[in-house]
């Protein structure tokens, strides 16, 4: 496996400003707070049937569990896990991901989504769907927050469902 982001990605120049080290050390501490459990589901699932309804998954299961700033910790954590070791191995990290993004209404900071999408942009075009969760937060932000989609490749963002629990 390969890293390709994390504090470099974070603090490095590029298409977005550098979020300041307080900001970006309090993203890293709440991803922290979720990350054992996101370990243990991931690892459960991979072993489970890949065909399984989300709800009933492991990770299914933990996002059901969260409160609206634990899913924002959750997505954020598993994007940023899915973008340091992307390979044939993310497959329910990826679909972890596409389940968060489709959730609305979850109350994404510019911050955030400027720091998702750093990581996205340092991951490069290996990493196919690395666009999906920041794509998906950045339509939350009101639209004068919203980062400009000028040099976003096109990607395909699911549609996202009515409140925290819907669809899950």
């Known amino acids: 496996m390969t890293s390709v982001a994390g504090w ?12 300041p080290r ?15 459990a996101a370990v243990g589901a991931i690892e459960r699932d991979r072993a489970a049937d890949p065909e399984q309804v989300f709800s009933d998954t492991a990770c299914g299961r933990l996002v059901g569990s969260l409160d609206d700033a634990g899913l924002r910790a959750l997505g954020m954590w598993t994007h940023h896990w899915c973008m340091r070791f992307y390979d044939d191995d993310t497959r329910v990290g990826r679909r972890l991901v596409r389940e968060i993004a489709a959730r609305a209404g979850l109350g994404w900071t510019a911050d955030e989504v400027r720091w998702m999408l750093r990581e996205s ?3 490069g075009p290996a990493a196919a769907d690395r666009f999906t969760l920041p794509r998906a937060a950045a339509a939350q932000l009101p639209p004068a927050d919203r980062p400009p ?6 990607v395909e963002v699911p549609r996202q469902r009515r409140g925290r629990h819907a669809g899950g």
Do not use: C, D, K, N
Not at 8 to 19: D, E, I, V
Not at 149 to 154: G, L, M, R
């Open 8 to 19: 470099a990605a974070a603090s490095t120049p590029g298409a977005f400003p550098a979020l």
């Open 121 to 123: 942009f340092s991951a």
């Open 22 to 36: 307080a900001v970006a050390q309090s993203f890293y501490r709440r991803m922290r707070a979720v990350a054992p």
């Open 149 to 154: 989609e000028a040099h976003w490749p096109e």
